[in-house]
């Protein structure tokens, strides 16, 4: 039940997902709790606006997360497991010399993608407001999305050359990123 629910975001299309949180965190929460919002919703709030929006972004990734780390948990013999606990190993030993290790390669992968994401990243800002996100909170693949979408041909060139630009910029942290990751990560040895 609960990979369902966290996976749901998933599932979903973005615009129900967006409107269902939206409808929640602007009506719902404000309704239930008029003491704590008076009557204004997180999306509303100059001060909980970033947050809630992160807090979307978390929990529309988690669900695949939760998939993934489970699916690599999934694959660990349960005699490593069994072994260890024989020789006196803790359940904090096991989980940083045993269960992390082995589900390294799984944290490389979303740690890496993250890291290429820098620049591509929207946080749903156009399924939240279309064209209208406040300049503040803009990330630069709302920007681009935006400059794109909106049909001005001629800002096509710009959006390009920028994409052309940030790639010379992520490529080599990411490249240099994994390359930490690999060579300073916990090893799995026998």
Do not use: C
């Not at 719902?28 to 947050?51: D, H, W, Y």
């Not at 809630?52 to 929990?59: E, G, K, P, S, T």
């Amino acid at each position: 039940t609960f990979r369902v629910f966290l996976f749901l975001p998933s599932i979903l299309s973005a615009t129900i997902t967006v409107t269902m949180y939206r409808n929640f965190v602007e009506t719902a929460l404000p309704e239930m709790f008029p003491q704590i919002f008076n009557g204004v919703g997180l999306l509303s709030n100059a001060k909980t606006k970033m947050f809630a929006l992160l807090f979307f972004m978390v929990w529309a990734s988690f669900g695949t997360q939760i998939l993934m780390y489970s699916g690599a948990m999934n694959t660990i013999e349960q005699s490593v497991i069994e072994a260890a606990k024989l020789d006196g190993v803790n359940s904090l030993q096991e989980f940083f010399h045993i269960i992390l290790p082995l589900i390294y390669p799984t944290i490389t992968t979303f740690l890496i993608t993250g890291i290429a994401g820098i620049f591509t990243n929207q946080l749903a800002l156009y399924n939240f407001y279309g064209a209208g996100a406040t300049q503040s909170f803009q990330t630069f693949g709302y920007y681009f999305y935006v400059m794109v979408v909106g049909g001005d041909k001629t800002k096509y060139p710009y959006a390009s050359a920028a994409g052309l630009m940030f790639t010379l910029i992520v490529a080599p942290i990411t490249l240099v990123g994994r390359h930490l990751l690999e060579k300073y990560g916990p090893t799995v040895e026998f």
